[in-house]
């Protein structure tokens, strides 16, 4: 019987390779199901179509139009999930497994999708404060970042083919980079799928993804400058890309995030009878298992005080014993196989490597039961934990990596020796440490964040509500130095910036404001015959200030206010106690300034502005005596498009007013960044 053979998409168009390629098996059964090959694609033209297609149309868009078509994509794909369920049986994954892949995967759609109110409603980004470059403020400087003009590639590992490949589309799309996915050949059935759905359902732009099913082994080869590559896998395969002639001519950003040794401490505070104790087992035990262990960030290493190794093993045993293992369509199974026999193979030579010299504690690599299914045509093991009794010494454990449910539980005496071992696997994308005392926590943290991407601190107070040592969130980086790949992915709007590229802007005030939309103080104001809250979010223009009438400070000023406000701090409020201060005499509350500010720039009629929003930024920058003068410029600052949330909703903005407070000699006493939420226009 023939075989379904995957197809590719480039172009814009699905292309079946002319021949069977590689032959994909059931991870289960070990029969052949799909076969998948490159052959007849062309790998520049489609980088071509990429930059020259989906770029553009992408960098149409502002970032909150990616990101709500993000949304939508994800809640299409979601829609759909029970289809792509049944497919991801045939990698071996339980339900639970495939929950962490498709929901999880989709879930990041979700996740970067919010991050568009975090970025402005424009096609570009403007990076942290201006930064004044002369005496008089008239030549300032800036930082603007926009969309990078290539391509990502991606290329992803066999452990998650979903979860893999949505993770980083969902970052370089907010970002408005067109994107290639080469998923690893083995799982791309499950991507393939996932993938017709994301080109059936019309959201994206024409040129926004491409998909290659097959060997992409010169992909390389026509990479440029604008390009971005990304890589999941192996830390050998990572080395050998990232050294690749023409991502070093091109200096082409490389991301790696490669498999690690990553490990798990038991602090020294920790005893049997603690909760503390049951969730460290947990926890390795769910590591160990879920995904067979084939997780870049399962545990690897164990380590356990010296006096607790025998009760950490019994209670390990104990445990893995009751991981049904076997077919996951069969009730009661909690173990499938691993994805392929192939990996199978490897994990068995790295066991035998590893029986060298380590014990085998736990699991039998020919004695365990299998459920539903064959154990020899399955890819199928059991869950094996090794005791090395000298790990400074006996160092297989913290350099080789089984990627599969194989573990290595180490002794140490003191908390320093804990986390020398820690850092003995030379880079990890995570490490946890379970302990109820926090001092052991911070020191523990202190001494091993520059060896890992992320540290999870575990106790009773959190361990219910925790994500868990092997799950990475779309909002924190993921990724680590040294063997893990000195990568990060991920990050909230840390991830979407490794897509943007960041240029220094240097000018006038007048015209960084006029380039980056925001204005920039000490630049032209745009006064108005119109008081500026009596206009509609859509007709107010950065730049537009009035100026206000002026108020003389008095003593009974600030008397009310420390009345009103409860705020009866010396230096307002007793002359006699200003010695040694950098007060002259009494001195106005910095909020009554700001208060008085507003009474004075605030049109008191109902009109658009709807409400305060609050403020971003005050400073009170100069001592306000009585008898001093102050008044106040009012200007537009940025203005941001917020989304109806439902049609009976007030369509509305958010506008961010620069208060500049000044006194009788025109300085500056006191500065904010206040936000208004402003009507649109058709809302009365």
Known sequence: MALTQLKNYAEGKWITAPREGDVLYNAITGEPIYTASSEGLDFGAMMDYARKVGGPALRKLTFHERGRMLKALAMYLLERKEHFYKISTHTGATRADSWVDIEGGIGNL??????????????????????????????????????????????????????GMLEKIAVNLLAGVPAIVKPATLTSFLTEAVFEEIIKSNILPE??????????????DTVETQDVVTFTGSADTGRKLKSHPRILAEAVPFNMEADSLNCCVLGTDVQTNMPEFDIFIKEVVREMTTKAGQKCTAIRRIMVPANMVEDVQIALGKRLKGTTIGDPSVEGVRMGPLAGISQRNEVREKVQLF????????????????????????AFLPPIVFFNDDPFNKVDAHNVEAFGPVATVMPYNTLDEAMELAKMGRGSLVCSIITQDDEIAREFVLG?????????????????????HGSPLPMLVHGGPGRAGGGEEMGGKRGVMHYLQRTAIQGSPTTISKVTNVYQQGGKQNETE?????????????????????????????????????????????????????????????YFILSKAAGLFVDAKKGPVLLNYGIDECRFTKPVYPGMTIGVKLTVKEKVDQEKRTEEDIAKGIVRWLVDVYDETGETVAIATILTMVKKRNQD
Not at 128 to 136: P, R, Y
Not at 207 to 220: D, F, H, V
């Open 110 to 163: 979700f996740a970067n999708a919010s991050l568009r109110r975090q970025f402005p409603n424009e096609r570009y980004y403007v990076d942290g404060d201006a930064v004044k470059l002369s005496k008089n403020g008239t030549f300032i400087g800036h930082h603007i970042m926009v969309p990078r003009e290539g391509v990502a590639i991606h290329i992803n590992a066999f452990n998650f083919p979903v979860w």
């Open 448 to 468: 091993t964040a520059a060896m890992h991407g992320r540290i999870l601190i575990l106790n009773a107070d959190c361990a219910k509500e925790s994500t868990g």
């Open 355 to 378: 029986a060298k010299t380590q014990q085998i504690v736990i699991g039998d690599l020919e004695k365990f039961e299998v459920i539903g299914a064959n154990k020899e045509k399955g």
């Open 530 to 590: 119109v008081h500026p809250f009596r206009k509609h979010f859509e007709d107010l223009q950065v730049g537009d200030t009035v100026i206000t009438a002026k108020h003389t400070v008095t003593e009974t000023d600030i008397t009310n206010f420390a009345n009103v406000s409860g705020d009866n701090f010396y230096a307002h409020m007793d002359a006699t106690s200003l010695e040694g201060t950098i007060f002259e005499g009494r001195v106005a509350h910095g």
């Open 207 to 220: 040129g926004s993804l491409q998909l290659i099913c097959g060997a992409a082994r010169t992909i390389l």
